[in-house]
């Protein structure tokens, strides 16, 4: 069943039966309340009967005499203690048969039904010397409660009827508003399911209620989607472009190889090393690759407190000795704690001497300070430096300032952008600063630990 059917259904019954419930106490108290008004002016018209005509005295009844407190169906009589009829009056013999005589010491009343007419029964005692000598019994059928039952009834039926036809139109009405965008929604998911490509639903109006807000939601989750898958399909094209490079030139050298075979021991050499190189290029890129593919699927990092001076120091001692270049490192504390994972910390940094010592043949230099809330670390070298409008693209994936100047130093244009995401994941922020000609620095700002 679909739900705008079920809220409709639900909806018109409880009001159904809400409607239901409401009549039949209105219509109850209604009837108690004529009933008791009618037998209120009966005791009146008895009590002044008894008086005006001295009935308990002469325990008689003149038809004549009482013909105005009798309207049509009724009767009224004297009832001895033994219950039975002293005197009677009636313009109904039928009502006189049927109800019996009653008598009765306190005053009261009761309804009686027959031939599908109520009758209103008045009991009033007639007293002499304080003492009960008869009852004073008068009935009349209550026709005027009938005609005003079948009104109010009839009255309650329309009502009810139309209340429930208005609620189940207006459940319809609403649902449909309600479930049009939500439709729309189903729709442009089908869509996306059979086609395979992201989508969004269109929004008419900004309502700012649930069901726009579960549009809007939905929305953005498409947006991401596409961007990431739009990164992805970037990446995987850039990755096996990158990797083409390496394989043509093994290619190629093995042709060279068959074509002369391994006669000619200078051109075999040759090859060979030309295919050590260009293997462990590749083996190089790949294992970059998944590296970087790892950091995208934003993993947890193992944080921990980290100093950076002596993770600083013991990396530039090591730089210094593997390529015999000199690196200043200058700090303005022994210690500075920052929140992260230290072996990522430490790819960060690799990436950044790396880089200086590919790109500058002078000195390189290592700042560390700290303020109240942060650690920041910069790498200054005085190398070839960066055109700037080329410095908001290096932390692209792949991207090479000049691709001829990377060929000679190797490179694939993948640190940068990896040393961006390990930023990220450790919350802080990058900033590089290079003029051509002159050298780079790169800043990194990350949050201490408290
Ligand atoms: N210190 C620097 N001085 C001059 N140019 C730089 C410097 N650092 C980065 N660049 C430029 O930015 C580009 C991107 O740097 P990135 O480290 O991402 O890639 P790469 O060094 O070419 O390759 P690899 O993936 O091996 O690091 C470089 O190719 C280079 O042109
Ligand atoms: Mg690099």
Known sequence: MKITTKVNLFITVSLLVSLLIVNTIVFFLFMK?????????????????????????SLTLDKNLLNSYMPSHSFIRIVGPTSTTINQVTNDKVLVQKISPTFSTEKNFELRPFQEHQNLVVHVPIHQNHKVIGTLEISERLS????????????????TVVSVLLSFLAGRWLSAIIMKPIVSMISTMEDIEQIGTLKKIGIQTETKDEVYKMAATFNRMVSKLKENSDKQRQFISDASHELKTPVTVISSF???????????????????????????RMKNLTKTLLSLAELEGSEPVDIKSVDLVSLSTALVTQFMQVYDRPIILHENSHSIFIKGDELKLKQVLIIFLDNAIKYSTDVIEVFLESDQHKGILRIKDYGIGIPEEEQSHVFERFYRVDKARKRDSGGSGLGLAIAKNIVNLHKG????????HAGTEIKVTFPLTN
Request: charged share 30%; net charge negative.
């Open 33 to 57: 309340t004529t009933v008791n008004m009618e037998a209120h002016l009966v005791f009146k018209n008895a009590n002044e009967m008894l008086k005006k005509y001295h009935i308990s005295e």
């Open 144 to 159: 005027g409660l009938e005609s005003r039952k079948d009104v109010i009834l009839s009255i309650m039926g329309t009502v």
């Open 254 to 280: 093995i042709t060279i190889l068959r074509r002369h075979g391994t006669q000619d021991e200078t051109i075999a050499k040759e090859a060979i090393e030309a295919i050590y190189l260009e293997t462990n």
């Open 429 to 436: 922020e990058i900033d590089i600063q290079s003029k051509e």
